[in-house]
């Protein structure tokens, strides 16, 4: 198991994956700041259907699942099986697609529901980092 990031921000590998290229820890603190403290955890399918069933009542896997802990923790949890898929479905390239979904992943830690104005703080963290 694969552990990067910085002190606040604990990036784990539990996949056989490799990760792509994505400033995790730069995006992270351009959405929540240096201080928020974030645990993300790449896991397999059968993790991911786990929590997804254990959480959200869905007996399936999901790409990617936001837990506010606190104002200033949280975790993330991604699937990047299901993030290949469904990159494909919108037309994204994989890495381009795991950065936008990383993005939303840390609006919805930011307080944010899906709304038009959640899809404005996307777009404007998206364009600094060009996804």
């Known amino acids: ?76 949890f991604i699937n990047l099986e299901e993030t290949k898929k469904e990159a494909v479905k919108f037309d994204r390239e994989y890495e381009n697609f795991l950065a936008f979904l990383f993005i939303h992943g840390l609006t919805h830690l930011k307080g944010f529901d899906h709304s038009s104005t959640m899809e404005h703080e996307e777009e404007k963290i998206r364009r600094i980092f060009k996804v």
């Open 1 to 76: 198991m694969a552990i990067v990031g910085n002190e606040n921000c604990s990036i784990q590998n539990t996949t056989k994956s490799t990760l792509p290229r994505v400033p995790f820890v730069e995006m992270k603190e351009a959405v929540l700041g240096k201080d928020y403290d974030l645990s993300v955890v790449f896991v397999d399918v059968e993790h991911m259907t786990a929590l997804n069933l254990q959480y959200r009542k869905l007996d399936q896997p999901t790409d990617i699942l936001s837990f506010p802990i606190s104002d200033t923790e949280g975790e993330i």
